[in-house]
């Protein structure tokens, strides 16, 4: 009865009537509610965004702009662990034309759930040089969706961007219920923390930063912290010694660690935040 009652509240707040998952997908996103209220900074909006988010919503890019569309009086921010794709890369490389795209179609559709395909925005990009450009061009579908607030009359856009599928094979109804509410709870979540400066400062990378690793770089991580030699990776990996070295190095300068047992600590510590916020929400159920 219990689990009845938390379901048909999650359709009230989407003004449905039915709830169309299953009872596992339905405990998931009861779990995604939880352990959104446990988010109090950036680094844990960026585990929590990768969790169980992302099996509702599959994305390598989450852009968040709220604020005055009209006058266009915006805080943004920029969750991903591409390299390069970062709020603070904003500055230099503005993507506001971008942004005016999405929420225009966006609003035009009704404030709807808006999913394409990327053409459009990628084409918006030219030829422009920056390593979130290059992000983004790496990106084929994109979803675009917000939440309105009445009172101020101003909105949150949300755009999720993707180099796979984003709906995963769902209808429409049910793809666009779902949608409905994940983005409120992913305003909620964006909402407990504070927003990021879009400027480089001078301290910016001076401890360095393991969500710019590349994807070779993490999976050589992986097999690192396992306690796998130079010679075992590059013989897993089909490379010659050295190229691990060389990414061996460039690791511990990202994510600012001198040694294999600073950076096994901190992969550690990442992994047990990560299973904490699971654990945490599934508690609070």
């Not at 707040?13 to 996103?29: C, I, K, M, Q, Y």
């Not at 599928?165 to 983005?183: P, W």
Request: hydrophobic share 45%; aromatic share 8%; glycine share 8%.
């Amino acid at each position: 009865m219990a689990n009845d009652n938390n379901i048909d509240l999650l359709a009230l707040n989407s003004g449905r009537r039915t709830f169309p998952l299953s009872a596992d997908e339905s405990g998931r996103l009861l779990r995604i509610v939880s352990s959104a209220l446990l988010i109090e900074r950036h680094y844990q909006l960026f585990i929590w965004l990768r969790g169980e988010v992302q099996e509702f919503l599959p994305h390598q890019i989450l852009i968040s702009a709220w604020g005055d569309f009209a006058n266009w009086e915006l805080k943004l921010d920029v969750v991903s662990a591409l390299p390069g794709a970062r709020t603070e890369a904003l500055s230099q490389h503005p993507i506001d034309d971008v942004l005016r795209a999405c929420h225009a179609d966006w609003a035009a559709g009704g404030r709807r759930p808006l999913l394409t395909k990327t053409v459009g925005l990628i084409e918006r990009l030219g030829t422009r040089a920056g390593s979130i450009y290059d992000a983004l061009r790496g990106m084929r579908c994109v979803l675009v969706h917000g939440v309105r607030d009445a009172r101020s009359g101003h909105d949150s856009l949300y755009v999720a961007l993707n180099s796979g599928s984003i709906a995963k094979g769902r209808a429409n109804d049910q793809f666009s219920y779902v949608m409905d509410s994940l983005v409120g709870q992913i305003d909620l979540a964006f909402r407990r923390v504070a927003a990021l400066p879009v400027a480089i400062t001078s301290g910016a990378g001076k401890h360095g930063d393991w969500l710019e690793l590349s994807a070779r770089e993490q999976e050589i991580l992986d097999w690192l912290v396992q306690g796998k030699t130079n010679i075992d990776i590059a013989a897993t990996l089909d490379i010659s010694p050295f190229t691990v070295k060389n990414h061996v190095q460039r690791i511990f300068k990202k994510i600012g660690v001198n040694n294999r047992t600073q950076a096994a600590a901190k992969y550690s510590q990442a992994l047990k935040e990560l299973r904490r916020f699971v654990e945490d929400g599934a508690t609070t159920r």
